[in-house]
């Protein structure tokens, strides 16, 4: 949950200017599944593109191999999405012009 008056990412949804994607642990607190099925409606709401997954059983850290919420199952699966994701996004996303660089 955000803090009050801590400005959280559903008060920059406005900014957002390119795909999201979220993978969440079910059991995770920090979001928790309500607070992403808020920012999930609200960005769709506001006409954003996110793209949310979440892992049944699993908590924060569930991909990341030295944490003790570690699960091997998710973390496969969110890595091929993760891979998807990145491939069919940053595939069609346009070149910087060179003069930008």
């Known amino acids: 949950p955000e803090a009050p008056g ?3 990412p559903g008060q920059q949804l406005a900014a957002l ?5 979220g ?4 059991l995770d607190a920090n ?3 309500e607070d992403m099925a808020k920012l999930q409606e609200s960005a769709g709401a506001a006409g954003k593109q996110v793209e949310f997954h979440v892992y049944p059983g699993a908590k924060h850290g569930f ?3 030295d944490s003790a919420n570690y699960m091997a199952e ?3 699966a969110s890595w091929a999405r993760t891979v998807e994701f990145l ?3 940053l595939a069609r996303a346009p070149l910087p ?5």
Do not use: N, Y
Not at 17 to 21: D, I, R
Not at 23 to 26: I, R, V
């Open 97 to 101: 012009d060179q003069q930008e660089l």
């Open 31 to 33: 979001p928790s599944p």
């Open 23 to 26: 993978l969440f642990g079910g």
């Open 74 to 76: 998710a973390a496969e």
């Open 6 to 8: 801590a400005e959280g």
């Open 87 to 89: 491939s069919r996004t």
């Open 17 to 21: 200017a390119c795909p999201v994607l």
């Open 63 to 65: 991909s990341c191999r």
